[in-house]
């Protein structure tokens, strides 16, 4: 599992105050020095006195912890750091929440969506928050991108295995893309043989179901085995059990790929590429103004006892200039028409609340500019 550490990045009154004792008695008289030991003794005195509020500050407003990739025996490498909900950074982002929340609340009532989760993150400074972060949402298609992630970290020691051709045959005779809602626009031929650069790129930019299973049945087991125990992520394919995730932990994907902390940069400028030509654009992208590069993925799913639950998730990296933001949104409802507007109206508002942030900038509209080009 991922390891949280919890840091503290404040110095203790007491030792400024010493560091100040000791530097007055070297170049001052002995005079001087008894002036320091009083403020010194007075400033000790004072610690005790707020002892109890200066204990509460470090513990909420400074609280940071770590994410490290597993499996290592001599080292343990960072994949991210990241601050508590309550961190002073992210409670500056509270009336930012509170707006989400608010039309959160609003499209609930409407009736045709039960249940939204939203995580948005600053990836210049870090201050993030997340509503609704609990693991009740089925991934989906969004479980493609640590599945190319897993091939592109093999590419980094074996780049042969990306123009390793396979031929494509329907599993079973069944079209894996016929039981998606949101169907590629572009289809493999049987019977044809892909590289597997091809393949990725299918997988992630039409997110085609076919091009997966073949992608997932060439490589070795092991390969993708490795990139979940290194991001603390248990194998959704091992067990049979529907499989749920939380928001929060949909979005470090794209945050570990945003840092090149997991890929190397190569790689990691690769899987963002891929993503950023994804043709879906009815979630995010409908909520930001045309022009604007945005590296995302979607994920649909049915589910319930009746299959009459639908849920539909979009998450990805926007970038606004300057200022890149990550956004990533969980819906279930009745209907997929309503969840993907859903969708677009948190990325308009949340798009409207960066803008708002950054408009004195003095930079060009992200419209009329692409400062990221994929």
């Not at 299973?213 to 603390?232: F, H, P, W």
Request: glycine share 6%; net charge neutral.
């Amino acid at each position: 599992m991922s390891e949280k550490r919890f840091i503290s990045c404040s110095v203790p009154p007491v030792v400024i105050m010493r560091r100040l004792y000791i530097k007055a008695l070297s170049k001052a008289s002995v005079v001087r020095a008894v002036s320091v030991i009083i403020i010194l003794v007075t400033g000790i005195s004072l610690g005790f006195f707020l002892k109890g509020s200066l204990v509460a500050k470090e513990n909420t407003a400074t609280r940071h912890f770590e994410v490290r990739e597993q499996g290592f025996k001599f080292i343990n490498p960072l994949l991210e750091c990241s601050s508590t909900p309550d961190a002073s950074e992210n409670e500056r982002l509270r009336p930012f929440k509170n707006r989400i929340e608010s039309l959160r609340e609003d499209l609930l009532k409407g009736g045709w969506v039960s249940d939204i989760a939203v995580y948005f993150r600053d990836l210049n400074n870090g201050p993030w928050f997340s509503i609704q972060d609990v693991d009740c949402f089925s991934p989906s298609s969004l479980l493609k991108v640590p599945t190319m992630m897993a091939i592109l970290k093999e590419a980094e020691s074996n780049p042969n295995i990306l123009s390793k051709k396979i031929k494509f045959a329907l599993i079973d005779g069944t079209d894996l893309n016929a039981y998606q809602m949101v169907r590629p626009s572009s289809s493999l031929v049987p019977g044809e043989f892909y590289t597997v650069e091809e393949l990725l790129h299918r997988m992630i930019v039409y997110s085609d179901n076919n091009a997966t299973a073949i992608l997932q049945g060439s490589i070795n087991s092991g390969v993708l085995d490795r990139t979940y125990r290194e991001l603390g992520i248990r194998n959704p394919y091992v067990r049979k059990d529907e499989y749920v995730m939380s928001v929060e932990l949909c979005a470090t994907f794209f945050r570990i790929l945003f840092n090149a902390s997991y890929l190397n940069k190569e790689m990691s400028e690769k899987a963002l590429q891929y993503l950023g030509a994804a043709e879906y654009n009815n979630g995010l992208v409908a909520g930001v103004p045309s022009g604007t590069a945005v590296a995302h993925k979607f994920g649909e799913r049915t589910v319930g006892p009746d299959n009459d639950v639908m849920q539909l998730h979009d998450c990805g990296i926007v970038y606004y200039p300057n200022h890149p933001y990550l956004l990533c949104v969980m819906t279930s409802g009745k209907s997929f028409e309503f969840l993907d507007d859903a969708i677009r109206q948190i990325s308009m508002v949340v798009y409207g609340e960066v803008e708002n942030q950054h408009r004195d900038t003095g930079l060009t509209p992200v419209a009329s500019v692409a400062p990221y080009a994929f």
